[in-house]
């Protein structure tokens, strides 16, 4: 079964699929009742790290690189001359299967370039995630593109097969995709998108009065941008975020730092090296709007459109509202314990719990993880043994000891971005 | 001075906290895992291992505070770090002598320490669930090597024995000699005298594997090396994900 072939299929068609970042296979909690192979994780595992760091949880694949259309930023596009393969579905499926069945992953990523047309495409790629539920009697996580442009009834077959859906916009403005992709369009995109949301809401619905209806996509839909090859800014990307997930219920929203694969395109900007800083701001905003409460308007505003690169998006927040600090450790509300920075959500649950029975000092504080080097400037407790807070130093003080405090690697990038720092309002 | 000693199973601890009470007697001392020195001036009485008493002392902590603690407590027993056992009788005493629990009361040292341990152990055995790889043997049963820094395999059954269920398999934990097997109804603890394996990369002797199973490594190991985006080359970070004591295992990070 294993030959040369197998060999040459998985090279190039993992390597056309590996710009796409979502790798995740959290969001269903399923055991393995069926007596086949394979449960789900709530958690979702990794299972190895590659040499970029990035986690390896779900095998991630093309079923075929082929592909009819010509999108500017991707590497499959049908004008690049570059390796071309496919999977058949069920070669596909005993791969997948090795695969699980020797641990070295969580489930399948499957995507796939356009063939024929999106419904054909479609087709394939449910035959291939078919047979591994019913011939291979797999139980565990997968994860299937959709293809934009694809009706409602493959999309709802996918979804039967499927725990994940996605649909990735790639480009957060309409325009902007009209530019670089000009044979989709905008619509395209997001009436799948809406309909899996609605096919999620009403499954849910249906599933309260018969017991017997089965799960339509059970670990929800998620979507990817590309940053960084349009001219973009962040708070677009971030509203456009922020409306999936309260609008749409995505459980995800991945971003990708765009990598230059097509430089020849004078469509795409030219780029001496993926924009990562910006991705990682982008995440860790990602992050407050998802388990912070924090809204879009307190990460970025019509003032300041752009994540401040040097500094992480809550120490940016909290240099701009001095006055809302230093908070009190010992009886602050929850949600503003979350807004200091150095503070995570771990370090709030054993601050609550434990205060209920003693006052906490700083070294208790230290011990239940909290990042003192950055969170001193924005508390008060009892004996903190430094006294000096953000309101007697002055924001652009705080700013300076925490770039300074910086690791000598990012020193570059200090100097960088120093001449382009906002002026905290304090300031002005 | 009070040294105390056990034999190293976690009932035999409880069994160690129930004598304590009865006798009046609290340890100065308790010996750990592999620790024998001889004492100048006292020698360690051996509390042997009695399950009804262990049961009693079980019941009470979960009592005294929930079954959640009950299960951080044995977990962070399975650290096998000098000093846990004291740390573990500190930590019951403080519990049993006060009135209302103290469970997330993490001003109090031995909670917070606890709770420290507690999270090192999950973390391993998150690790364990992660970088285990099965080896297909010539009779298309699975067989994988560990080598885990904290005593985790039992920890892990649950999730292997649920997902791997209809495939018959074994995991032995080179470190301790002792493993789990799966023969498709239950999962058992087994150890070996002597197994077809090479240590140094975990592997099975070649006349073991199934026919394809190398082929299967390299597979894995070309879509490992094909993944990776060498724009973004994170090597430090690659290192403190993956540490390197689990490397001689995985077949990604070999041949
Ligand atoms: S449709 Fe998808 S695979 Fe095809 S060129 Fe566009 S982005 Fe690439």
Known sequence: ?428 | MNIFNFDQTFEGLLTLVFESYRLKLFPDMIMGRGENQSFLFSDPVFIPTESEKAERVWKKIIEKTSPTNGNRIYIAFQSELPGTPKLIYDYIKLMTDTQQSIETDFTLPPVMEITRLFNKVAKETARVRMFTRFQQTSENSYYASVMPEYDVLPLCIHHFTDRFADQEWMIYDLKRDYGFYYNLIETERISFEKLPVNPVNGQLYESFHNPEEKQFQKLWKNYFDTICIKERKNYKLHRQMLPRRFWNYLPEKNG
Not at chain 1, 44 to 64: A, N, P, T, V
Not at chain 1, 120 to 138: G, N, V
Not at chain 1, 333 to 352: E, F, T, Y
């Open chain 1, 1 to 428: 079964m294993v030959s040369e072939k197998t060999f040459d299929k998985l090279k190039i068609l993992a390597e056309s699929a590996r710009y796409d970042v979502s790798c995740s296979s959290s969001g269903t909690s399923r055991s393995n009742s069926s007596g086949g192979i394979g449960n789900a994780s709530a958690w979702g595992i990794c299972h190895s790290y590659s040499e970029d760091g990035r986690c390896i949880s779900l095998m991630k694949i093309m079923l075929s690189n082929n592909c009819i259309y010509d999108c500017a930023y991707c590497v499959n596009r049908r004008s690049n001359d570059h390796p071309r393969s496919s999977f058949t579905p069920q070669e596909l499926s005993d791969l997948t299967i090795g695969f699980y069945r020797r641990n070295y992953i969580e489930g399948l990523f499957l995507s796939s370039g356009v063939l024929r047309n999106p419904e054909y495409t479609m087709e394939q790629m449910i035959a291939a995630i078919k047979d591994l539920r019913l011939r291979h009697r797999y139980n565990g996580y997968i994860h299937m593109k959709v293809i934009p442009g694809a009706g409602r009834e493959l999309i709802l077959e996918a979804g039967r097969w499927a725990d994940r859906l996605s649909v990735n916009m790639e480009i957060p403005t309409e325009n902007n995709l009209k530019f670089l992709a000009p044979e989709k369009n905008y619509e395209s995109i997001l009436k799948p998108i809406r309909m899996i949301t609605e096919n999620i809401r009403e499954n849910r619905e249906d599933r309260k009065k018969f017991r017997h209806v089965e799960k339509f996509t059970p670990a929800g839909q998620s979507t990817q941008l590309i940053i960084g090859a349009s001219d973009d800014k962040d708070i677009t990307v971030l509203s456009l975020a922020n409306k999936l997930y309260r609008q749409r219920s995505l459980k995800r929203v991945y971003y990708s730092g765009y990598i230059p694969v097509n430089g020849y395109d004078s469509r795409l900007p030219a780029l001496a090296s993926p924009p990562l800083k910006r991705e990682h701001r982008l995440y860790e905003a990602d992050w407050l709007l998802r388990f912070y409460g924090f809204n879009v308007n307190d990460i970025v505003s019509e003032e300041y459109p752009d994540l401040d690169l040097s500094l992480d998006p809550k120490v940016s927040y909290a240099l701009r509202n001095p006055w809302l600090y230093p908070v009190d450790i010992n009886i602050a509300d929850p949600m503003m314990l979350l807004r200091v920075p150095g503070i995570g959500l771990n370090s709030v649950k054993l601050i609550v719990a434990a205060r209920q029975h003693s006052r906490i000092n700083s070294d208790n504080l230290k011990k239940m993880g909290v990042v003192m080097k950055r969170a001193r400037y924005f508390i008060s407790c009892r004996e903190l043994g430094f006294s000096q807070n953000v309101q007697d130093l002055k924001p652009e003080v705080v700013r300076r000891i925490l770039l300074s405090g910086q690791k000598p690697s990012d020193a570059f990038q200090l100097k960088l971005f120093t001449s382009t720092v906002h002026p905290t309002p304090a300031l002005t």
